[in-house]
């Protein structure tokens, strides 16, 4: 069965770096989005990426997160200059058409220390 | 806001019993609610979904219910077993994100 796939499994950095994480969604997915998961709290969403750009975004998404599909497989997240906050598990998840099920990665665990 | 509510937060059975996890959201735009189990360090696996023009959907041990009106949706897990131990999320879709609940720690007790 088709996955989608997150690298690395485990970052960690300092604060001030950045960090890209990256994943692979599923190959004839269109839809695609980035969550985070706060160790112990819900899952949140961050980001929906579809046609080549951003669909919609969430508060905690500011200017410090980008998110690019540089070539036909790969989407990555961005965070230019990590927080302490910034700690989290990382999913990234891809659908067929907008209003379809999501199929989340394993996730990147971040720690910024 | 876009916010999904669950109730409640721990839920503790014993095997055998019934299990009810009830979710309500507040945006009337939201027409698909799936459900999704999270175990301990994995990444969040559909359970089972329902869209706005259904109002009941059940898969062997496992139903979700649909009230539109009222903005409430419900997971029923039937004859739960130890495996079924996990944290469980709702969701409501609103122009394809997610919007999260706070999780049900569900705990099957032998």
């Known amino acids: 069965e088709p996955e989608v796939t997150q690298t690395p499994s485990h970052q960690v950095t300092q604060m001030g770096q950045e960090v890209i994480l990256r994943c692979v969604p599923i190959s004839n997915h269109l839809y695609f989005y980035w969550y985070r998961q706060i160790l112990g709290q819900k899952v949140e969403f961050l980001v929906s990426?579809?046609?080549?750009?951003?669909?919609?975004k969430s508060e905690i998404f500011d200017d410090q997160f980008s998110v690019e599909r540089p070539d036909g497989s790969n989407f990555t997240l961005k965070i230019r200059s990590t927080k302490l906050e910034d700690s989290a598990m990382y999913f990234c998840a891809s659908s067929v058409t907008e209003e379809n099920i999501q199929y989340f990665g394993a996730g990147t665990r971040l720690s910024v220390l | 806001g876009e916010n999904v509510e669950q109730h409640p937060s721990t839920l503790s059975v014993q095997e055998g019993d019934s299990a009810v996890i009830k979710c309500t959201y507040s945006?009337?735009?939201?027409?698909?609610f799936p459900w999704y189990k999270q175990e301990l360090g994995k990444r969040p696996q559909l359970i089972i979904d329902i869209r706005s023009n259904v109002g009941e959907k059940k898969d062997q041990r496992i139903a979700v219910t649909l009230n539109k009106t009222a903005k409430h949706f419900s997971l029923h897990i039937t004859e739960t077993q130890p495996e079924d131990s996990a944290v469980y999320f709702c969701?409501?879709?609103?122009?394809?994100?997610?919007?999260f609940g706070q999780g049900t720690e569900l705990s099957v007790k032998p």
């Open positions: 945006d009337s735009a939201s027409n698909y």
């Open positions: 990426f579809y046609n080549n750009e951003i669909s919609e």
């Open positions: 969701a409501a879709s609103i122009r394809g994100k997610l919007i």
